[in-house]
């Protein structure tokens, strides 16, 4: 069987185990189901997610200019302390970063490869926490819009990682840790304008599962650019990540905008 399509990040739902579906514009595949199975991917082009122009991809599966104009990869996607929405001032598109910062958003710890504090959209809860390979998370605050969550992440950036060692996170090298004892730990570090906000007292600590069926010991990265073609048995899912027999590792998010074609 064969499919052919623009990579995006695959679409999830929570549940025991975690459901991951590959999305193409006239077909999908449930990865659960080809677990066990020897897949190949080929590459066949590039497609940018925003202009669907066939051009080279930059970065987050935008060409180079769509990256430097669109209001969808702005500077405060990354560093949401950066948000000026609620001001009313513009950074690329007000009527766009408005519409996406001036929602409830959500800071949380999460155990990835460590504990690491984090931000998403409460839209994203727990999209957010299973793209990053996270076993468990937990909120923190839940807040009107992304500036309060941004100041709160830089407040708990000097206590706690905020990026993820993707290499521990798809060898499971995890060490426990109690994410409710955490959290009762940070409510006079989070600053002032946040902490009318903090969660105390809820039960929310969710647990992920991946279907994986081995984890790798040692992974390396595949990357298209270099190999254009690869063929390997697939044994799980964990992030945004296919994970292969011979330690092979596939970030399809990292991949977004390639034109591919997988044969099962």
């Not at 969550?149 to 060898?171: C, F, P, Q």
Request: hydrophobic share 40%.
């Amino acid at each position: 069987m064969q499919y052919q399509g623009v990579l995006t990040k695959m679409q999830t739902e929570y549940g025991n185990p975690i459901q991951y579906y590959l999305v193409f514009e006239d077909n999908f595949i449930n990865m659960n189901q080809i677990l066990n199975q020897e897949i190949e991917i080929s590459f066949v082009g590039y497609q940018c997610l925003n202009c669907s122009k066939k051009k080279k991809i930059f970065r987050q599966g935008f060409c180079y200019d769509c990256f430097y104009s669109s209001a969808a990869v702005g500077d405060w996607i990354m560093r949401p302390e950066l948000s000026t929405a609620h001001l009313g001032v513009a950074d690329r598109d007000l009527v766009y970063e408005q519409k996406v910062q001036l929602q409830p958003h959500i800071v949380y710890l999460a155990l990835s490869s460590e504990v690491k504090v984090g931000v998403t959209r409460k839209s994203q809860v727990p999209t957010r926490w299973i793209d990053q390979g996270a076993n468990e998370a937990i909120s923190i605050v839940e807040v009107p819009n992304r500036y309060l969550a941004g100041i709160t992440e830089v407040a708990l950036k000097s206590h706690y990682a905020d990026k993820t060692n993707w290499r521990k996170m798809l060898t499971n090298d995890i060490a426990p840790a109690d994410l409710i004892a955490e959290r009762m730990k940070l409510e006079m570090i989070i600053p002032a304008e946040a902490r009318e906000y903090f969660i105390l007292d809820k039960n929310d600590l969710y647990k992920m599962d991946y279907p994986v069926a081995q984890y790798p010991l040692k992974v390396k990265s595949l990357s298209l650019d270099k190999t254009p073609s690869f063929k390997g048995k697939l044994m799980g899912v964990k992030g945004q990540y296919l994970l292969f027999e011979d330690g092979t590792v596939f970030n399809v998010r990292g991949s977004e905008g390639y034109v591919v074609r997988i044969t099962v």
